[in-house]
């Protein structure tokens, strides 16, 4: 027996076990966005866009078409789900190891045996020669009692890692989407910066031939028209490497959407696009909710501090029931035997010189808790970070998008003009050549801006949560 101190120093460490407990998140946001002020005249209430598929805001079928199959045929999201399978497999089995244990045996031998030399000998039981069969069977259990509750513990373990790796596929579905749309608006982008080159490249065309005729009809100096020749060369050239680059965006979009054997010339990126549409209003304090990976952090969580309880719950006794039954037959030359038996045991296991290592573990364990906590509370900020910093800059890409339009009509109208001008003879080239640049500039501008945009609007509705059913696990 222990003596006394010994005794209290055990049962001290046991009570310092059982309440190891992980401290509580410090998960403090502030109440609103900064861009909600400025964005919260035009964005709808909740509900109005189902954030699950935010892609269908965008009335873009071929772009719905792409997202849905690369969530359906992408790889990586192929790996994801095959990783919750493998983690609920998992589950079970670390259920079924504090439920009762047991093997089933059955055993059966014959033996024929020939005495080739030496004294015969034939006694009951006892057979130089001759054919002998020996058959045993048994059951045993062994079940471990569980007085602490280390198996619904190791249950809420198993439930919260399952919830991890299912949130870790939710943020893959949704990281995949968003990467599927970006690629799309970039492609389209590609698009209207080719069909912009290819009316740079007729425009400089036009003006080419129009200096031709004036410097053959002596209105005009003979090297106007090689002056716009090295414009139009430079605007072929870029015809060339946007064709080429078009068809890289194009190739990779395929790739995600799981169809990698199919010609680019399948995808049709029409040179135009829309306006992003706009993102529903929500509550920094609403992302614990919305974002996927907040969920996943959360539910890391939930398992380390199960992990944390087990490790304490170590320290505990533990006691083992093992009942058994067991049936044997013997047949010999002129004997024969069979018996029948059943048993019942039990054991006490208590830590002792091992309280040290479990000690040692159970350290481990809260560091590793605590790191929990802290990323955790880092994907929470992470995500208000990343929310306020779309909306806020979608926000401004929209008021640079307006400003751009309006500059662009402007200076295609003073193009037009020049352009008027220069082939009646009213306008020099320089100054022709100088409108055509300045409107090419704006356009340039304008098209960078739309694009940004859109591909704005995408980051912004993942931000705040979008890509995948919330709804469906809110009451986890």
Same mark, same amino acid.
């Given at each position: 027996?222990?003596?006394?101190?010994?005794?209290?120093?055990?049962?001290?460490?046991?009570?310092?076990?059982?309440?190891?407990?992980?401290?509580?998140?410090?998960?403090?946001?502030?109440?609103?966005?900064?861009?909600?002020?400025?964005?919260?005249?035009?964005?709808?209430?909740?509900?109005?866009?189902?954030?699950?598929?935010?892609?269908?805001?965008?009335?873009?079928?071929?772009?719905?078409?792409?997202?849905?199959?690369?969530?359906?045929?992408?790889?990586?999201?192929?790996?994801?789900?095959?990783?919750?399978?493998?983690?609920?497999?998992?589950?079970?089995?670390?259920?079924?190891?504090?439920?009762?244990?047991?093997?089933?045996?059955?055993?059966?031998?014959?033996?024929?045996?020939?005495?080739?030399?030496?004294?015969?000998?034939?006694?009951?039981?006892?057979?130089?020669?001759?054919?002998?069969?020996?058959?045993?069977?048994?059951?045993?259990?062994?079940?471990?009692?569980?007085?602490?509750?280390?198996?619904?513990?190791?249950?809420? $373990? &198993?439930?919260? #890692?399952? *919830? @991890?790796?299912?949130?870790?596929?939710?943020? =893959?579905? /949704? !990281?995949?989407? +968003?990467?599927?749309?970006?690629?799309?608006?970039?492609?389209?982008?590609?698009?209207?910066?080719?069909?912009?080159?290819?009316?740079?490249?007729?425009?400089?065309?036009?003006?080419?031939?129009?200096?031709?005729?004036?410097?053959?009809?002596?209105? $005009? &100096?003979?090297? #106007?028209? *090689? @002056?716009?020749?090295?414009?139009?060369?430079? =605007?072929? /050239? !870029?015809?060339? +490497?946007?064709?080429?680059?078009?068809?890289?965006?194009?190739?990779?979009?395929?790739?995600?959407?799981?169809?990698?054997?199919?010609?680019?010339?399948?995808?049709?990126?029409?040179?135009?696009?829309?306006?992003?549409?706009?993102?529903?209003?929500?509550?920094?304090?609403?992302?614990?909710? @919305?974002?996927?990976?907040?969920?996943?952090?959360?539910? /890391?969580?939930?398992? +380390?501090?199960?992990?944390?309880?087990?490790?304490?719950?170590?320290?505990?006794?533990?006691?083992?029931?093992?009942?058994?039954?067991?049936?044997?037959?013997?047949?010999?030359?002129?004997?024969?035997?069979?018996?029948?038996?059943?048993?019942?045991?039990?054991?006490?296991?208590?830590?002792?010189?091992?309280?040290?290592?479990?000690?040692?573990?159970?350290?481990?364990?809260? +560091?590793?808790?605590?790191?929990?906590?802290?990323?955790?509370?880092?994907?929470?900020?992470?995500?208000?970070?990343?929310?306020?910093?779309?909306?806020?800059?979608?926000?401004?890409?929209?008021?640079?998008?307006?400003?751009?339009?309006?500059?662009?009509?402007?200076?295609?109208?003073?193009?037009?003009?020049?352009?008027?001008?220069?082939?009646?003879?009213?306008?020099?080239?320089?100054?022709?050549?100088?409108?055509?640049?300045?409107?090419?500039?704006?356009?340039?501008?304008?098209?960078?801006?739309?694009?940004?945009?859109?591909?704005?609007?995408?980051?912004?509705?993942?931000?705040?949560?979008?890509?995948?059913?919330?709804?469906?696990?809110?009451?986890?």
């Amino acid at each position: 027996m222990l003596r006394r101190p010994g005794y209290l120093a055990v049962m001290a460490t046991l009570a310092l076990a059982a309440c190891a407990s992980p401290r509580d998140p410090d998960l403090r946001l502030p109440a609103a966005f900064e861009a909600s002020t400025s964005a919260s005249a035009a964005a709808p209430p909740p509900g109005v866009l189902a954030l699950d598929t935010w892609w269908t805001a965008y009335n873009d079928p071929e772009l719905t078409a792409l997202i849905e199959q690369a969530l359906t045929r992408n790889p990586d999201i192929r790996t994801a789900r095959s990783r919750l399978d493998e983690v609920k497999a998992q589950r079970t089995g670390a259920i079924l190891q504090y439920l009762p244990q047991g093997d089933a045996t059955l055993q059966g031998r014959r033996t024929d045996t020939d005495q080739i030399g030496g004294t015969a000998a034939n006694i009951p039981g006892f057979s130089t020669a001759g054919v002998s069969k020996q058959y045993q069977s048994g059951f045993t259990v062994s079940w471990e009692i569980d007085p602490w509750g280390r198996g619904f513990v190791a249950y809420r $373990a &198993a439930n919260a #890692e399952v *919830d @991890r790796v299912r949130y870790a596929y939710e943020v =893959a579905r /949704a !990281q995949l989407a +968003a990467e599927t749309a970006d690629s799309w608006f970039e492609a389209k982008g590609l698009a209207i910066q080719l069909a912009d080159a290819r009316e740079t490249t007729r425009i400089q065309q036009d003006l080419y031939d129009v200096a031709s005729k004036r410097a053959e009809r002596g209105l $005009a &100096a003979g090297t #106007e028209p *090689d @002056r716009i020749a090295g414009d139009l060369s430079q =605007a072929k /050239a !870029q015809v060339e +490497a946007l064709e080429a680059q078009l068809q890289v965006q194009k190739r990779a979009i395929l790739i995600l959407a799981g169809r990698i054997v199919e010609p680019t010339a399948n995808i049709n990126a029409a040179p135009e696009v829309g306006q992003a549409p706009t993102v529903p209003q929500v509550l920094p304090s609403e992302l614990l909710q @919305r974002r996927p990976d907040v969920r996943q952090a959360q539910a /890391a969580l939930r398992s +380390a501090a199960a992990q944390q309880k087990l490790a304490g719950l170590a320290f505990f006794p533990s006691f083992t029931f093992s009942p058994g039954i067991g049936w044997s037959r013997i047949e010999q030359p002129g004997f024969s035997s069979e018996t029948q038996n059943w048993s019942i045991g039990g054991s006490v296991m208590q830590p002792v010189l091992s309280i040290p290592r479990l000690l040692s573990d159970l350290k481990v364990q809260n +560091a590793r808790t605590e790191q929990a906590v802290t990323a955790y509370e880092k994907t929470v900020q992470t995500a208000f970070q990343e929310a306020e910093g779309a909306l806020v800059s979608l926000d401004a890409d929209r008021r640079r998008v307006a400003l751009l339009t309006d500059g662009e009509a402007r200076a295609r109208r003073a193009y037009e003009a020049a352009r008027t001008g220069y082939g009646r003879g009213l306008t020099d080239l320089s100054s022709t050549l100088s409108a055509e640049q300045a409107w090419r500039s704006v356009r340039a501008q304008l098209t960078s801006a739309q694009v940004q945009a859109l591909r704005r609007s995408v980051q912004a509705m993942k931000a705040i949560g979008g890509g995948w059913p919330a709804q469906a696990y809110a009451a986890k």
